[in-house]
């Protein structure tokens, strides 16, 4: 079932939750509704729901005006954060709900309710916890009781909010790819809302990035990484160093250093800039290299698994440009691999250069 979202907006008294949000999804389609805490992610997926009312605009479910469909009638299934699984009822009694609340000219038989549960509590691998009571579970079977509920009432949409947040990370990422896989077979129009960046985009075909009420960027996985749309956008998803300075033609200009940009179009010269660099997007030079780089020291090593997370901070400061941001002590992140860390015999409260290998670019606003 594809979903238009027109022109909502919703405000809390003062407070904008949505600004004048659209957006169109596909039928099929796994959206990912990713931003921070207070962005209005939860607020739209409520307003989806019918849990919420929007101040202003339109909700179109394949086609269908929505917008003031009460929420028993939109055929959505919602799952929370929280499960809300009941906690006097078995499992089979928790998935069976749905179906028995149904008005009587819709409400499948006995029959054909122990069907529907069982065929669903195969399908989330759980079968064999049918008799269990939620307080026997764990977090991440609950979640997945909690998911085959949805399904039960066989929804037009799936809604998602925050489905994995109270669980601990290993579980987290097995359930990631267990979701994953489960849309594939069942091809439901779903929608989810996350914090959590890689969850977003190891599970979405479509992430959407919101910020105070609005909509920075929609894109796949990919683009949303390769090509961030703005330095909200860049500076939300993973770490990243950030260079404040000046444009000057292909290059920027930090202090008495110059280094050369990834934006395809140059900035006027002088225009204040601020340039955006991933921990593994910056090298390492040694102080006798030729290369210019930013003088720093080397605070921490810190090396799980086959790469090295290595803090450095600025130790340059009387050769800034006072026009720049970068005053103070700034600290930078680089990540190399442990084999290059000891090869180059890197070690903390060394002194070396750092240089940008691929800096991407905005204006400084």
């Given at each position: 079932m594809s979903i238009d979202i027109k022109n909502i907006n919703k405000h809390f008294g003062t407070f904008t939750?949505?600004?004048n949000v659209s957006l169109s999804i596909n039928s099929g389609e796994l959206i990912a509704l990713l931003g921070p805490s207070g962005c209005g992610k939860t607020t739209l997926l409520r307003i989806i729901a019918g849990l919420e009312s929007a101040d202003s605009g339109v909700i179109s479910i394949s086609g269908e005006d929505t917008t003031h469909v009460h929420v028993r009638e939109r055929q959505v299934g919602f799952v929370f954060q929280h499960?809300?699984?009941?906690?006097?009822m078995t499992v089979f009694e928790n998935v069976a709900f749905g179906m028995r609340v149904k008005p009587k000219n819709q409400r499948p038989s006995e029959n054909q309710i122990k069907e529907k549960v069982h065929s669903?509590?195969?399908l989330v691998q759980l079968d064999w916890l049918a008799d269990r009571y939620p307080s026997q579970l764990s977090g991440g079977q609950r979640q997945r009781i909690a998911l085959a509920r949805a399904l039960?009432?066989?929804?037009?949409?799936?809604?998602?909010?925050?489905p994995f947040g109270a669980l601990d990370a290993k579980v987290r990422k097995e359930l990631r790819r267990w979701l994953r896989r489960l849309h594939d077979d069942l091809n439901v129009t779903t929608i989810f809302v996350t914090h959590d960046q890689e969850e977003a985009l190891e599970v979405a075909d479509r992430v959407v990035i919101m910020n105070k009420g609005n909509i920075e960027q929609t894109g796949s996985p990919e683009q949303i990484w390769e090509h961030p749309a703005n330095p909200f956008v860049y500076g939300f998803l993973g770490n990243v160093n950030y260079f404040h300075g000046q444009a000057t033609g292909e290059d920027i200009s930090i202090g008495q250093h110059s280094f050369k940009h990834a934006?395809?179009?140059?900035?006027?010269?002088?225009?204040?800039?601020v340039g955006f660099a991933r921990p593994h997007e910056i090298s390492i030079l040694g102080l006798d290299t030729q290369e210019d780089g930013l003088r720093v020291r080397i605070d921490r090593i810190l090396s799980f698994g086959a790469s090295s997370k290595i803090e450095l901070s600025s130790i340059e400061l009387s050769s800034v440009n006072p026009n720049t941001k970068l005053t103070g002590t700034q600290n930078f992140e680089v990540e190399l691999s442990q084999l290059d860390v000891r090869a180059r015999g890197l070690k903390e409260g060394q002194e070396v250069l750092i240089a940008p290998t691929k800096l991407k670019v905005f204006e400084q606003r």
């Open positions: 939750a949505l600004n499960y809300a699984l009941f906690r006097h669903l509590l195969e039960a009432v066989e929804p037009r949409v799936l809604l998602l909010d925050e934006n395809e179009e140059n900035f006027p010269s002088g225009t204040p800039v």
